[in-house]
């Protein structure tokens, strides 16, 4: 009875001690202060290049190689896509709902008309669909977190 009741006390002292610690991913974090995934999306431009620390509840996971996560900002409706280079960092799809800290480097991109286009050719002749160059209505500009680095708790 006294060693059950001794593994069982060891027990949740070692789940105190480790929760919170999250799992590491990429090369982990190393920025303290968190910004605003709002503050981002308010003003894209002023944070183009600079290496950021954002967390929140994932949203979503990339399905098919695990490469990118979506992120709850601090106000509704507004998301932050972490992308991370295809067989770096994978995310499990069980990482959903979950919380996040994630790093990298903020990146604002317009991309025109005309490589929109070439862009849907690619990708439909990839997945032999059909794609429709009338479909693109005008420039479509892309923010994100190109990932380092996560912690998901």
Request: proline share 3%; aromatic share 8%; glycine share 10%.
């Amino acid at each position: 009875m006294r060693s059950s009741l001794l593994i069982l006390i060891v027990i949740f002292f070692v789940q105190i001690m480790s929760a919170g610690n999250g799992k590491n991913y990429g090369k982990g974090v190393t920025l303290k202060d968190a910004t605003k995934i709002s503050d981002i999306l308010a003003k894209p431009e002023e944070y183009n290049g600079k290496r950021l620390l954002v967390e929140g509840n994932i949203i979503d996971v990339c399905k098919e190689r695990g490469c990118w996560i979506k992120i709850a900002s601090d106000k509704e409706f507004e998301v932050m896509l972490f992308k991370v280079d295809d067989g770096v960092i994978t995310f499990p799809l069980d990482a959903k709902g979950k919380h996040a800290k994630a790093e990298g480097i903020f990146s604002v991109k317009t991309f025109s008309v005309e490589q929109l286009i070439e862009s849907g050719k690619k990708h439909a002749e990839k997945e032999k669909k059909e794609f429709d160059p009338a479909s693109i209505k005008g420039p479509k500009t892309v923010i994100m977190l190109k990932g380092e680095g996560a912690v998901i708790d």
